[in-house]
């Protein structure tokens, strides 16, 4: 239960960025016992792969912050968040761990599907939310947004490591989150729809 609510976490953080979950697994399983790779995942921690990583966390810091650069980003990590939500759920083990089930260890697999239908998820609602924060705020709010996001992504990330039943509470503020946000984008879409009939 603890390694799934810990993959889920993690997917979800990479549906905010891609790389701060994957920063955070590499980091934690080189210096803590808080994370321990499974066969194949090794390569995670290795120091040449986090400079990588750290390198493109920061592109995405600054990219992420400017308002339109925004949205082609998004764009591009259309495909980059989903596989980083992928890997870091299969990294943590709880793929194989998931109920406890021998299906589950037989079919990793299934693992990363979670992971990647997870941050996908997450990922499509904030590339859905940031042109509407960025419309609302003639793009004031397109670095205070990303500064929230990229926390929320550490936050979450360092939660489903240390205290994975907090990310149920995480889960359900995403939820309400999503509501929020299609409920917002649906009433900007019904004003501009009753100004193109007058």
Not at 72 to 93: K, M
Request: charged share 15%.
């Amino acid at each position: 239960m603890f390694a799934t609510l810990t993959g889920l976490g993690l997917s979800t953080a990479a549906g905010l960025n891609a790389y701060i979950p994957l920063l955070v697994v590499g980091v934690l399983a080189n210096f803590t016992d808080a994370v321990k790779l499974p066969d194949g995942y090794a390569w995670l921690s290795h120091w040449g792969v986090l400079a990588v990583i750290a390198v493109l966390l920061a592109a995405e810091f600054v990219l992420d912050k400017i308002p339109a650069v925004d949205t082609v980003n998004d764009l591009i990590q259309t495909a980059v968040r989903p596989a980083s939500g992928g890997v870091v759920f299969s990294a943590t083990a709880a793929a194989a761990e998931l109920d406890s089930s021998t299906w589950m260890a037989e079919n990793p697999w299934l693992g990363w599907v979670l992971g990647v239908v997870m941050a996908l998820a997450v990922h499509l609602l904030k590339t859905t939310a940031r042109p509407v924060v960025n419309a609302t705020t003639a793009g004031a709010g397109a670095p205070v947004a990303s500064v929230a996001e990229d926390g929320g992504a550490l936050g979450l990330s360092l939660v489903a490591v240390f205290a994975p039943v907090l990310v149920i509470v995480a889960l359900i503020l995403l939820a309400v989150l999503a509501w929020w946000v299609i409920k917002k984008v649906r009433r900007r879409r019904a004003r501009r729809r009753a100004g193109l009939d007058r």
